[in-house]
C-alpha cells in the first residue's frame, strides 16, 4: 500500500476509506470479464432515482442562474427548509443561527473534528461503527475509545461498558481530555433504531461528564418493521448536542452533497459552537448553490417528498428481508433482521470456515464468488461483513447465494 514519503504528514496516515479499497479489484476482474455484483456503497440514487420534483428544482435554480456563492452556512432558503422539516417531524423549534449546513454530513464531521481536538484528545466511538469517523478523528490527533453495541442484543449500547471507560477516564484524571461521543442512530452498519430510553440515558451520562454529544441521524427516515425513531433533539435538553443530517439518505441524493450541523441549545458551549462551525463555513465560502436550492424544495415540499420516501422505504425494507431471509439458510452465519438503514450486518462462524479471518472471508467473496462486500473490521468488528442490499431482490438473492455456496465449500468438516 501506501509509500513511506517524507512530504506526508504523519495525520495524512490515517486518511483512507475501507468501503472503497476493494474497488480497483473489483474493476480488475470486470475488465476481465467476470461479473462482480457491488453491494459495498450505499448510494441509494444508483437504484431509486432522485424524485424527479427535486431534479426539476435543480435545473430551475441554474436556468434561473443561481451559480453564485450562496450564503456560506447555507441559503436562508434552505435553512428555513430544515427548519421546517425538525418542526414537523420532531416539534423542534430551531432558529436559522441553530444550524450550519455543509457539503454532506462528512464536512461536518471535519469541521468538528478539526475545532474539538488537540492531540491526545478522546472520544467515545461505539463499535460496530461508521467507519469514516476514525480517519477524521485520529488525524486530529484524537484517539478514540470504544464501547460496544452486542449483536446478541439487537445491537443495544452496552451502556455499563460506557459508564466503566468514563469512569476510568475520570479516575486517570483524563475527564477533560474526552471531547466527544458520537453516535449514529439509526446506526450503519447496524440497521437498529436506538431506545429511547438509552439515549435519555446516554444524553445523562453527556450532562453529568461534560463532553459533547454528536448524533448522526442520516438515516432517520429509513425506518420500518415498527421502529420508532426518536431524535438526540428529543431528549437532550439542556445537554449540549450536535445533530447531523442531510440529504444524501432520506432525501436520495447523495451527490448533491447538502448537510447540515444543528445546535438546538442555547448553553454557552452551544453558543461557541454554533459561532465555531460558522467561521469554518465561512471559510470555504459556499456551498453548490443549485443543489441547496434542490434540497429545500426536497424538504419543504411534504407532500411529493412522502410519497417518494415511503416508495423507497418499501423497497429498501423488501430487499433487507431478501438479504436476512436468504442467509439465514447458512448455518455458518448469523444475522440479525435490521429495522432500519439499508445494511445487513451479518457474522461469520469462523471456527467454522477454513478462513483465517473475516477479512479473508471478504476477500474470497470478491475474488472467488464476485461478490464486493466491507470487512467487518473496517467497522471495529472482525468477525462480520456489511452488505448494502439496495439493488434489486433478485440481484441480492444471487449475491447471497453466492455467498452461502462459498461458505459451503470452505466448510470445515467434522
Ligand atoms: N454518516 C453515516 C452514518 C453514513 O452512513 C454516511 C454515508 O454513508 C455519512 C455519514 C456520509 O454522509 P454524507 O453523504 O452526508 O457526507
Redesign the pocket.
Known sequence: MGMNMAIFSRRSAYVKNPILELDSAAEQLMKKGREVIKLNR?DPPVYFRTPKYMIDAYVEALRENQTNYSRAAGTRELINAVIGRYARLYKARLREEDIIATA???EALAFLNHMLMEKGDRAILFRPH?P?YIPRLMSEGGVPIYCDQEMGNGWEMDLEGVERKLKATRSAGKAGRLKYMII?NPG?PTGRVLQRNTLKAIADLANEYGFLLIS?E?YDEIVYNGAKFTSMMQVARGVPHVVLN?S?KNLDS?GF?I?FAIVPENDAKSEAIKKKLLDYALTRLSLNTPAQHAVAVGLSNAAEHKKAISSMVGGIRKRVGAVTRALSENPLIEVVEPNSTFYVFPRINLGGLDFKNGDEFVKAALFEAGVQLTRGSAFGTPSNFRIVALPNEQTLETAVGRINEMCRKHGKRG
Open positions: 450505499g454532506g454530513v462528512t461508521y469514516q449514529t450503519n448522526d442520516i442531510g444524501s447523495t452533497r448537510g
